[in-house]
């Protein structure tokens, strides 16, 4: 049986359902993960689920440190994580509040801790990341959704930038251009880092704005905290349903 955790994203610091049992600091190699990981069950399975930017809600994209978060995780045997993700919306059916399984991904990031392998380097190990989510993981996931009459898009590119700040006009075309569909800023290097730990990972993102030069709107925290309110019910009921058919 696999060992499930939950990755939380923005507005996501607390996992409505589950029956927490306790929550534990995970001192690691890599230093501190972002949290205590709450251990708790829902449906008598047993979950584990850590946000990713703190409870509250402190610790921006490029200060996340990812490979404590992932390493805690996996040091408490957890072999599967599905992450959740807040997005822009770049390509025409990637509107606000829907929610999008992504099979791909282009990395834009940089100066980010994104290895284990930084001692004992005789043994590197380059991991195949050519599908960089679980093929596995991410149709079990469409399939509940299926199932439940849960409206998903089944795939799309995930442009992983730095941040914090958003992009530019420009920078979105160019990422269009590219082959993205959604623009986000925490997918990497967590899922190379769950490559590299052998941890099955994929991930829900929640699209909270059409990406910059979309619409002639400014994108401000309102417009993405209403899409995340009104998005995260779908996502936890997603969450809720996948976990329910284990
Ligand atoms: N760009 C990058 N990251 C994001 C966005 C965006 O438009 N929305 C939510 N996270």
Not at 122 to 142: A, G
Not at 183 to 198: D, F, H, K, Q, V
Request: with cysteine; net charge neutral.
């Amino acid at each position: 049986m696999n060992k499930i955790a939950i990755v939380g994203g923005s507005g996501l610091t607390k996992l409505s359902g589950l029956e927490v049992i306790d929550k534990i600091e995970s001192a690691t190699p890599w230093g501190e993960p972002s949290a205590p990981i709450t251990f708790g069950k829902i449906n008598n399975l047993e979950i584990l689920f850590l946000p990713r930017h703190g409870n509250p809600h402190t610790i921006p994209p490029h200060k996340i440190n990812y490979r404590a978060n992932l390493w805690a995780l996996h040091k408490h045997k957890v072999s599967e994580i599905i992450a959740i993700n807040a997005v822009g919306g770049i390509t025409e059916k990637m509107t606000p509040c829907s929610i999008v399984i992504p099979n791909q991904l282009i990395d834009y990031t940089h100066g980010r801790a994104d290895s284990f392998y930084e001692e004992n380097l005789t043994n590197v190990k380059h991991i195949d990341f050519t599908k960089p989510y679980s093929e596995s993981l991410r149709q079990q996931l469409i399939d509940t959704a299926s199932k439940n009459k849960l409206d998903i898009i089944s795939e799309g590119t995930y442009a992983v930038t730095q941040g914090p700040r958003l992009e530019t006009a420009a920078e979105v075309i160019r990422l269009e251009k590219d082959g993205n569909d959604i623009i986000g800023m925490t997918s990497m290097p967590e899922a190379s880092l769950a490559r590299e730990l052998g941890i099955t990972y994929a991930c829900c993102a929640l699209v909270v704005n059409w990406a910059a030069g979309k619409t002639d709107e400014i994108i401000t925290m309102k417009i993405i905290e209403e899409n995340l309110r009104e998005g995260l019910s779908r996502m936890r009921c997603l969450i809720g349903k996948y976990i329910g058919d284990k």
